[in-house]
T-cell receptor, first 111, second 116 residues
């Protein structure tokens, strides 16, 4: 039982490049989330998927897109990376309305 | 929209002593949960404790307990018998269970250092 896994763990991009962050959970949870963590800011919600087949914007969605591929997988895409997207990205999953379980995070640097 | 405030950016405590981390929140909702998460240097977010707003009894988990004051919208975390492994960032988080998203709103965190 791996819980929530994320790939990659680290990534460096040049401005304008694109990439996809992958997330998978094996807890059969319905809901999945993407957060970003910046110094002194706590975690902020980018997008979420309350259940398979649905996605919605969170607090800071600009510059990102998501795909809920199936119940297990939820990916986050940066189409044209900007230095302001340098951050640590966390994926999380939960059963409806209960505590969220987090992946190990991806440290992304955009130069 | 909900807001969560952690007024102590950094704290320190001697090993084996007790420390309390503060958290206040602002909401007009009645159906919500509150959480404390721990983030050690490894960066992993670890759930410490959960409190349901409808429960008057304060939650406890081993050395961790909360003081939940619903009317004052206060949710502090007490760590007893502090251990070196408690050194971490601690985040208070709010979940509105009346909304379909069940998203978490986090405070900015308190960096706790346990001193040998």
């Amino acid at each position: 039982n791996a819980g929530v896994t994320q790939t990659p763990k680290f990534q460096v991009l040049k401005t304008g490049q694109s990439m996809t962050l992958q997330c998978a959970q094996d807890m059969n949870h319905n809901s999945m989330y993407w957060y970003r963590q910046d110094p002194g800011m706590g975690l902020r919600l980018i997008y979420y998927s309350a259940s398979e087949g649905t996605t919605d914007k969170g607090e800071v969605p600009n510059g990102y897109n998501v795909s809920r591929l199936n119940k297990r997988e939820f990916s986050l895409r940066l189409e044209s990376a900007a230095p302001s997207q340098t951050s640590v990205y966390f994926c999380a999953s939960s059963e409806f309305g209960y505590e969220q379980y987090f992946g190990p995070g991806t440290r992304l640097t955009v130069t | 929209a909900q807001t969560v405030t952690q007024s102590q950016p950094e704290m320190s405590v001697q090993e084996a002593e007790t420390v309390t981390l503060s958290c206040t929140y602002d909401t007009s909702e009645n159906n919500y949960y509150l959480f404390w998460y721990k983030q050690p240097p490894s960066r992993q977010m670890i759930l410490v404790i959960r409190q349901e707003a409808y429960k008057q009894q304060n939650a406890t988990e081993n050395r961790f307990s909360v003081n939940f004051q619903k009317a004052a919208k206060s949710f502090s975390l007490k760590i007893s018998d502090s251990q070196l492994g408690d050194t971490a960032m601690y985040f208070c988080a709010f979940m509105n269970r009346g909304a379909g998203s069940y998203q978490l709103t986090f405070g900015k965190g308190t960096k706790l250092s346990v001193i040998p």
